[in-house]
């Protein structure tokens, strides 16, 4: 039996209305599609297509106007989906006076991942995503990459099952492109599950699976990656370099059995992506000093698999607070050996614990007698004598 769909979408419409309820934009347009479990998902499309309405309306922030949507099986707007949702937006909106190490930590809160869990994971992030040396600025100081670099680490926080990226490399130097790509395809083998919505074709074509291309809120193209760039009109045959004399021999086996021509011979070039990834390497190796994003480490441990064995702060909490011993519970000592007590501070113990006895004062030690209420002592004394010895 095949799996149940992440996402699956059916005839979904969204319209904006104005004021007066008119219909003033209709952003979506009966679209059909689903997102399979494990699988990188792209939704392509120029600005304005729909693609980040569609977003909204799986992490439902949006309702739709017509149509079925539903998320692991629920509606979008049930609140037990959220906690299995990472969710990257198309702008990254962070409190600009917190630092990444304290903004990670808030967005962990929020999932209720234990504090220790929070520390380690950010820590992890951090290191990912190259802003480890960063990670004590504050996050107004950034710039728009390294913005983005913490944008993806607060999105990856709760180990999420769906992943959805709107636009996730913009403002992204090479380095960082070819990062977040390779982030992509090392969760996709892991079986996450990931939505990349992007313009940026290269981007797409490099990690997804299958795609949809949307222009005007509708679906134009869909498909695997394989069979929708596939160009069936042309071969390709990829040797290493001969000599032009061979070229030439090909090109009369060509004629004479296809009756047709080579187009065109040249030497295969390298992607400016590669280059620019060799050129920063070598300066890497050669310890060239930047005061910007590093590179980045390896992928975080637990976005890997290596799940923690979190263990709730409530019991470590309450095992700190029981004092240690060998002895069981249930076990009676008897006579156990003590250290040789402080008498002075036994002393004071006891007689702070002793109502102090009253001392008669002497004459010369009573207060005067010209105001009643100092007269109190005298009168004690009156009451205490036998009734024959008072004047």
Excluded at 31 to 52: T, V, W
Excluded at 227 to 247: K, S
Excluded at 296 to 318: N, S
Aim: glycine share 8%; aromatic share 4%.
């Amino acid at each position: 039996m095949a799996s149940q769909p992440i996402v699956e979408a059916v005839g979904l419409v969204k319209v904006f209305d104005d004021f007066w309820l008119r219909a003033k934009a209709r952003a979506v347009d009966g679209i059909d599609f689903e997102i399979r479990p494990n699988e990188i998902f792209g939704l392509l499309g120029p600005n304005g297509s729909g693609k980040s309405t569609t977003i909204k309306m799986i992490l439902g922030l949006l309702r739709k106007t017509k149509g079925r949507l539903s998320v692991f099986g629920r509606d979008p707007g049930d609140v037990s989906v959220k906690a299995r949702i990472g969710y990257l937006p198309e702008e990254s909106y962070m409190y600009r006076f917190l630092n990444p190490l304290e903004t990670l930590d808030y967005y962990g809160k929020l999932f209720g991942i234990a504090r220790s869990v929070r520390r380690r994971r950010s820590l992890e992030l951090l290191d990912m995503v190259g802003l480890e040396g960063a990670s004590h600025r504050a996050v107004g100081e950034f710039s728009k990459g390294m913005s983005r670099r913490l944008g993806i680490a607060q999105a990856l926080i709760n180990d999420p099952e769906f992943l959805i990226l709107d636009e996730p490399t913009s403002g992204l130097d090479p380095i960082g492109t070819k990062q977040v790509k390779d982030l992509l395809l090392d969760l996709g083998r892991r079986g996450k599950t990931i939505l990349l919505s992007s313009h940026l074709l290269a981007d797409v074509e490099d990690v997804c699976d299958r795609m949809v291309v949307l222009y005007g809120g509708k679906i134009r193209a869909s498909g695997t990656t394989q069979a929708l760039l596939a160009d069936t009109n042309r071969t390709m045959i990829c040797l290493p370099r001969v000599r032009a004399q061979t070229i030439e021999k090909i090109d009369a086996l060509v004629r004479a059995e296809e009756g047709m021509a080579i187009e065109r011979v040249e030497a295969p070039r390298q992607r400016l992506e590669d280059l620019f990834v060799q050129i920063v390497e070598q300066a890497r190796v050669e310890q060239t000093s930047t005061s910007g994003a590093l590179q980045g480490g390896k992928t975080a441990a637990f976005l890997l698999g290596d799940h923690e064995r979190d263990v709730p702060e409530e019991i470590v909490a309450d095992l700190q607070r029981e004092p240690r011993s060998s002895t069981p519970a249930h076990a009676v000592v008897a006579n156990p050996p003590s250290e040789p007590a402080n008498e002075s501070v036994l002393s004071d113990l006891i007689a702070s614990a002793t109502p102090p006895t009253r001392v008669k004062p002497t004459p010369a030690e009573r207060p005067p007698t010209g105001n009643p209420a100092l007269d109190r002592q005298v009168i004690d004394d009156l009451l205490e004598k036998p009734p024959e010895q008072r004047g």
